[in-house]
Every structure is written in structure tokens, then in C-alpha cells.
Nanobody
């Protein structure tokens, strides 16, 4: 059983930056595709960044591409989300998640269902 703990959220002004961390305990992350998702009130959970288990492939939706960067440090068993040029519409609870299966790539359009382990989330609020 893996436990995922997010940190780094907070209140920031539009145009500012935050770096979220997702630390894992119990099991290694190195063999798993990892993702960051966010959920805003009244909206479905949406992905904001995916990194493949190898670290060689990343995905971002158009809404954050060029502003957000996902990375992983397997030695620290941690995944990061660097968020720059934040906008009020980036406000939400950010969750990290681990794919259900090791050594498995993510296919765009699958949504959050391939991810079986989730953290508790960290709130990000961007003020205008």
C-alpha cells in the first residue's frame, strides 16, 4: 500500500508561482506513471500533468502547457509540479496520483480512472 502526501499549496497572487510536492511512503514510485489532477467547485477532476514511469514522456492540457512542469525524483520517491504564471482559474484542490499498474503508460483521454492511489490533496488559491 502506498501513501501519497501532497504539500506546497497555498494562496498566491495571479502571476505568481508555487511548487507542489508529492511524497510517497510504503511503496516506490519509480516504476509508475504519476499524475497531478485538480478539482474546482462544481467541476470534474481534471488532469494537469502526467509523467511516464520512465520520466521521458509528459502530458499537459492546453490550459497549463508552458506554465506547469511535472518532474520526478525517484531517489526521493517524490513527484513535483512547478506552477508558474498562475491564474485565478488555476484555483482548486490539487491531487497527486499513482497509476494502478507498474511500467504502464497513460493514454490521453482516459481521465483519472487508470490511477488507483491518491493523496489527500492540497489547496491552491490564486487571487486576481
Amino acid at each position: 500500500q502506498v501513501q501519497l502526501v501532497e504539500s506546497g499549496g497555498g494562496l498566491v497572487q495571479a502571476g505568481g508561482s508555487l511548487r507542489l510536492s508529492c511524497a510517497a511512503s510504503g511503496r516506490t514510485l519509480s516504476s509508475y506513471t504519476m499524475g497531478w489532477f485538480r478539482q474546482s467547485p462544481g467541476k470534474e477532476r481534471e488532469f494537469v500533468a502526467i509523467i511516464s514511469w520512465s520520466g521521458s514522456i509528459t502530458y499537459y492540457p492546453a490550459s497549463v502547457k508552458g506554465r506547469f512542469t511535472i518532474s520526478r525524483d525517484n531517489a526521493k520517491n517524490t513527484v513535483y509540479l512547478q506552477m508558474n504564471s498562475l491564474k485565478p482559474e488555476d484555483t482548486g484542490v490539487y491531487f497527486c496520483a499513482r497509476h494502478r499498474n507498474a511500467y504502464t503508460e497513460y493514454n490521453l483521454g482516459q481521465g483519472p480512472s487508470p490511477f488507483g492511489s491518491w493523496g489527500q490533496g492540497t489547496q491552491v488559491t490564486v487571487s486576481s
